[in-house]
């Protein structure tokens, strides 16, 4: 019977870490449980089946949640879980290639550095290097940087 139950602990904390591990990400409750069976286990094989017993128990228990987790890891499980979608998006930059420095035109939004504005007929997100602009204020673009339209005031 003790041997039934130091086996049954331990698999229950094979369970329990494998599902720490690969299931609920962070520490959780099944971690915690994980390591109260496996203590449990080497506690009562010491306690009632002697020191033998008890260090053949504690080599068994951490022999078994290595061995789980080579086999959990070389199995094809994981890649039936994993995600596998790659991110094929670009960014958008096709307002930088209508835009030249040096063109002028109006906003669209209130520029809080950055907003929407009209130049040479097209609506493009800008950003102000003169700080907050009112909708309706000319402008003039400044430079382009990594597809960003730097603006400031057009001064007359």
Do not use: H, Q, W
């Not at 128990?57 to 995600?83: E, G, N, P, W, Y």
């Not at 930059?93 to 130049?119: F, H, Q």
């Amino acid at each position: 019977m003790d041997i039934l139950i130091i086996t049954m602990l331990i698999i229950a904390a094979v369970i329990l870490f494998l599902v720490e591990l690969f299931v609920i990400p962070g520490i959780s409750i099944a971690g915690f449980l994980a390591g109260g069976c496996v203590i449990f286990a080497n506690y009562y094989a010491f306690s009632y089946m002697g020191t033998t017993a008890g260090i053949i128990t504690l080599i068994i228990s951490a022999i078994a949640c290595i061995s789980s987790l080579i086999l959990f890891m070389r199995s094809k499980t994981l890649d039936k879980i994993a995600l596998k979608k790659n991110i094929t998006s670009k960014v958008d930059r096709s307002a930088e290639a209508k835009v030249k420095i040096g063109d002028t035109g109006i906003t669209t939004t209130r520029l809080a550095l950055i907003g929407y504005a009209e130049i040479n007929g097209d609506i493009v997100e800008v950003k102000s290097t003169d700080g907050l602009m009112d909708e309706k204020t000319p402008i003039i673009v400044n430079r382009i940087t990594d597809g960003t339209i730097l603006v400031e005031k057009l001064k007359n």
